[in-house]
Nanobody
Framework: QVRPVESGGGLVQSGGSLRLSCVASGPPDSMAWFRQAPGKEREFVAGINSNAAMKTYAASAKGRFTISRENGKNTMYLQMSSLKPDDSAVYYC?????WGQGTQVTVSS
C-alpha cells in the first residue's frame, strides 16, 4: 500500500493561515489529520468521512480549522487560520489507517 503524501506546511506568523493537502494513492474512505509536537504524543486534529457529510474536530481546531476533501482527486485538505505557536507540529494525514510522512508547520510568535 502506498503512503498518502502531505504538502503545504511551512513557517507562518502567529495569526496567519496555511492550507495542508493530502493526496491518497486510491479512492479513500476515512481520512483524518493528526499532529505531533516535539515531546508530545500524536493527537487527532480533524476527520472526514467518505462523502464529507460528517466532519469532526478536536477542541483546539474548532472554529479555526476546516477539513475538506475532493474525492475525484483523492485529496483531503486542512485549511488552518488564526494559527498560534501551539499549533506548531508535524502534521500527518491518515488515510484508511495508513500514515503519511508528515509535513512541518511552524508558527512564530
Amino acid at each position: 500500500q502506498v503512503r498518502p503524501v502531505e504538502s503545504g506546511g511551512g513557517l507562518v506568523q502567529s495569526g496567519g493561515s496555511l492550507r495542508l493537502s493530502c493526496v491518497a494513492s486510491g479512492p479513500p474512505d476515512s481520512m483524518a489529520w493528526f499532529r505531533q509536537a516535539p515531546g508530545k504524543e500524536r493527537e487527532f486534529v480533524a476527520g472526514i468521512n467518505s462523502n464529507a457529510a460528517m466532519k469532526t474536530y478536536a477542541a483546539s481546531a474548532k472554529g479555526r480549522f476546516t477539513i475538506s476533501r475532493e474525492n475525484g482527486k483523492n485529496t483531503m485538505y486542512l485549511q488552518m487560520s488564526s494559527l498560534k505557536p501551539d499549533d506548531s507540529a508535524v502534521y500527518y494525514c491518515n488515510v484508511d489507517d495508513i500514515w503519511g510522512q508528515g509535513t512541518q508547520v511552524t508558527v512564530s510568535s
